[in-house]
């Protein structure tokens, strides 16, 4: 065996999960909290009675914690944000081992001002599509030495959009990477680079 194929598998931690239909139901409810969360104004009662049954839902949960690599959140790729609630609601569509194409909108929870995306859930975006890249090459686990993102025009939200994220070239244990996000129209909106740095088996 080659020192890529063991740094492969010594890096093979994380390995996605068939979402069931009742995960998937909760992380579209969790989904839909969040744009909720910040769209509304209600009284000091209804803040505190529903804060109460957010409490109530922590204290359930948390009763089934699960360590890295076993939680499925993350890990579902037929859901939106692979089932993070964290992540844009976007899935892959296309993948390869050069590029892979997601498809998916921005919701009210993403929104910086004036109906715009807030500027700081692109650069967030890109790092996890270039993620995807690293996977889709078949690469080990990577860390992002730098990643640099060109707004080129108002981010909408909830409208349909694309983003094509592709391997520039690599040097070593570096992979640059390069994405393009446009809308239904062929707008560029933004333009983002990276580099990805492979990691050694003892690196965290």
Known sequence: MTDTENEIREF??????????EMARFVAAMRRLQDIVVST???ATLWNDTAELIEDVCARLEEHKAPAGVAPAGRAPQLPGSGHPLMP????VA??????????????????GN???HGGVIPLFYDWHFGMVVS???RPDSRTAFLHVDYRKITPTDEPLV???????VDGRKMFVKATMIDSDG???????GLMIRLLPHQP
């Open 12 to 21: 093979a931690r994380v390995q996605p999960v068939e979402a069931t239909p």
């Open 41 to 43: 104004n209600p009284d």
């Open 89 to 92: 609601p976007w899935q892959v």
């Open 95 to 112: 993948s390869g081992p050069d590029e892979v194409t997601m498809h998916g909108h921005f919701s009210r929870f993403h929104v910086g």
């Open 115 to 117: 109906g715009a995306v």
């Open 136 to 138: 889709a090459a078949g």
């Open 163 to 169: 983003s094509r994220a592709w391997i520039d070239s």
């Open 187 to 193: 707008n560029v909106l933004s333009e983002a680079s």
